[in-house]
């Protein structure tokens, strides 16, 4: 059964404090893995695309990497903007569905 | 380009009422879907469609249709609403294997 599982469900750091969201996946044929930003009352917002283990894609704060199983998400040096819940997704070569997880709240304090 | 539009942005219905979910994009997008987000459930598929004219279930299609008279909409339909309904809904479009643009969603309640 195709399944997405991300931890933690919430992480809270002090502004400047490193840390990393982790998506571990079970998927017959993996077409993709995406990151998601969605912020309080808004749709998930695009971040990045994976497609094959060792490709990682970076994007100001924000650094995504894939392994066979897993996928991180890495915030270098986090600030109160980046506070929002980070949802990840994989695209399954069965039909071609997406499967969500249920995402990681972040919270960034000052 | 409004990207992916949806109307209302809340609604609240009783139960047993009926009423259609709207949603427009301006991408040319051939594929869009609609999902559900629930709290400590995540993002589930309710139904989907390829193109214009071409639709299948998600994952919890119950209760729900949706047709795709043109590539722009992708209206979703409510036949009679339930509390089991309550939540909010969003509708996504993309190219093929692309990843998905959200709209801002309806979060409708039903009493």
Known sequence: EDQVTQSPEALRLQEGESSSLNC??????????????QDPGKGPEFLFTLYSAGEEKEKERLKATLTKKESFLHITAPKPEDSATYLCAVRSSTLGRLYFGRGTQLTVWP | NAGVTQTPKFQVLKTGQSMTLQC???????????????PGMGLRLIHYSV?????????VPNGYNVSRSTTEDFPLRLLSAAPSQTSVYFCA???RD???????????TVT
Do not use: C, K
């Open chain 1, 24 to 37: 571990s996946y079970t998927v017959s044929g993996l077409r993709g893995l995406f990151w998601y930003r």
């Open chain 2, 24 to 38: 427009a994009q301006d991408m040319n997008h051939e594929y869009m879907s609609w999902y559900r987000q629930d």
């Open chain 2, 51 to 59: 193109g214009a004219g071409i639709t299948d279930q998600g994952e």
């Open chain 2, 93 to 95: 479009s993309s190219f």
């Open chain 2, 98 to 108: 692309s990843p998905l643009h959200f709209g801002n969603g309806t979060r409708l």
